[in-house]
Structure formats: structure tokens, C-alpha cells
């Protein structure tokens, strides 16, 4: 007699069918290798077999078959897959994840089914790690993102990390992290928790400092209005402008308004003789003032 043929049998062999071969997704060697005795359950309900092979079978295993097909907390498919991937260091529940989003079933082949599931498991890693370091950014700067940040300043994201050597690859991960192997994602993820933002006032006197070139570092340079010449000069993104941007056409442009009442104070307030002495050295090693003098 076959399963088919017995009537009585049918929900029961329909449920183990679809414990087995639906929500089960191990493959069948890879089960059959841990647990030889279910040979014949298992080419019963694939193939058809006699309703005395399939009690004698059920009997034999019951307690295996619960554990692998029955068992919510699939323990046992667990374990199964942990001898298979050598160990691989995620926890359960992660390895749990990974397992029930295979489309597979226990028919296919044991090394493509194997190789699907590490492939699986690294992107399921992958998108974990990615969420976590744009989680960690938003906790170290308070923006969503660096661009978010750059616009929000008024500065290039760069300035809130100091001189960190890894400040760009940090911004190029948070910003696009398809572009870092999951090792590098992770170290930069690493470095990320374990520093601190530099505050935006001394963002900006870094950003000065390095902007201004050294000839007119003491000028009252005001920074609004810097900031509005740059962002004419190359866009509202500050994470676009060029590192030690040209500044001269600005310094020229706010001379005369704000620059020479600075100079003409400064005059002002030296003594004749000093003053004097300051032209003579000018004139001595600057030719421009000293054509201008002879004119």
C-alpha cells in the first residue's frame, strides 16, 4: 500500500510534507549526513512510500524529527548549520535571520545552498553595520548625514574631526558605505564611536587659520562674510569648496570697507618717528612701495 493510496494518512503526510519540504530549507544531504536513519522518511514523503516504512520511520526518529522540523527555536538546524560554516562568529538569532530569508528548499544542492547562506549572512552583516555607523554618526555630530552637517555649518564636515587621518573615509562610509569591504566599514565604525566632534567655534578658527593665507592672518576677518564669498565662488555645499581656497579676490573686495579703516587706525596710533622707520624699512625690501614713493 502506498502513502497516497491511504486515506486516514493524508493531513498527516501533508503536514509533514510542508514541515519538510516548505518550511524546512535545509538540504537534504546536509540532514541526511548529520542523520542517516531519516533516509527513508525522507524518500517517503519526496517520492511516495509505503505507510509501514513511514510509521517504522516516524517511530525510530520522532524525537530528531520534532528538533528539526517542529521546533520553533530550530536548534537543532542551527547546530546543523554551525558544523557546515566551520563556526562562523554570529550570534544565533543572527544566523537564525539569515537561515529564514533562504528561498531554497532541502532538494537543492548542500554547496549551493552553503555558499547562498554566507552569502546571506555577510550581507545581512553588511546592512547591520551600515545602519550602525549612520546611527553612530548622527550621535557624534547631530546630523543625519555630513552633507546634512557641511550645510548646516556653514563648513567643510572635514574640520569636525581635528586632523583624524581616517575623517574622509569616515564621511565617504557614512555617505556611501556600498563602497567599504564590511572589514573596513567596521574599523571605521570603531574609530567613529570612540572619538569626539570638535565644537563649531573651533571648527571655525581652524577653518580660518587654514583659509586665510599668513600675510593677512591679521586682519579681522569676518567669517559670515567669507562664508557668503565661498559659497558664491563654489556652491552651497562646503564639502565641495577646494582645501586653502583661493581668497585673494575677497580680501580685495572687503579692503577698502573693512581692511584699510583697520590700517588707517593702526597708522594713526604710531608716532611720527615710528612710523617713519617703518616706511624706510618698507621701502628697503618692498619694491612696489618703494616705486610708489619715486612716483
Request: some cysteine; charged content about 25%.
Amino acid at each position: 500500500m502506498r502513502i497516497t493510496d491511504f486515506v486516514p494518512y493524508k493531513t498527516m503526510i501533508e503536514t509533514l510534507r510542508q514541515a519538510v519540504t516548505e518550511r524546512n530549507k535545509l538540504p537534504k544531504s546536509l540532514i541526511l549526513s548529520a542523520v542517516p536513519s531519516l533516509t527513508v522518511f525522507l524518500s517517503c514523503l519526496q517520492a511516495g512510500g509505503s505507510t509501514i516504512d513511514l510509521k517504522e520511520s516516524l517511530l525510530q526518529n520522532v524525537a530528531v524529527i520534532k528538533e528539526l522540523f517542529f521546533d520553533v527555536s530550530k536548534a537543532k538546524t542551527l547546530e546543523l548549520l554551525r558544523i557546515r560554516l566551520n563556526g562562523i562568529n554570529i550570534s544565533d538569532s543572527e544566523l537564525l535571520i539569515a537561515y529564514d530569508g533562504m528561498s531554497t528548499g532541502y532538494t537543492n544542492d548542500e554547496t549551493a545552498f552553503l555558499n547562498d547562506l554566507r552569502s546571506m549572512i555577510e550581507n545581512n552583516a553588511r546592512r547591520s553595520i551600515q545602519q550602525n555607523i549612520k546611527a553612530e554618526w548622527n550621535h557624534f555630530s547631530n546630523a543625519d548625514t555630513p552633507s546634512a552637517w557641511a550645510i548646516n555649518n556653514g563648513l567643510p564636515v572635514r574640520f569636525v574631526f581635528g586632523d583624524l587621518a581616517e575623517a574622509n573615509n569616515i564621511i565617504n562610509a557614512v555617505e556611501h558605505p556600498e563602497n567599504f569591504s564590511l572589514e573596513k566599514i567596521t574599523e571605521l565604525l570603531d574609530i567613529l564611536k570612540n572619538i569626539t566632534a570638535q565644537g563649531i567655534s573651533e571648527c571655525q578658527k581652524v577653518f580660518i587659520a587654514e583659509t586665510v593665507p599668513k600675510r593677512f592672518e591679521k586682519f579681522n576677518i569676518n567669517l559670515s562674510s567669507l562664508l557668503v564669498f565661498l559659497e558664491s565662488k563654489h556652491g552651497k555645499q562646503p564639502n565641495n569648496w577646494p582645501v586653502k581656497p583661493d581668497i585673494h579676490e575677497f580680501i580685495r573686495e572687503q579692503y577698502k570697507g573693512t581692511f584699510a579703516p583697520q590700517i588707517t587706525e593702526k597708522i594713526q596710533n604710531m608716532s611720527a618717528e615710528d612710523l617713519k622707520k617703518k616706511l624706510l624699512q618698507l621701502a628697503q625690501d618692498n619694491p612696489d612701495l618703494g616705486l610708489l614713493f619715486w612716483e
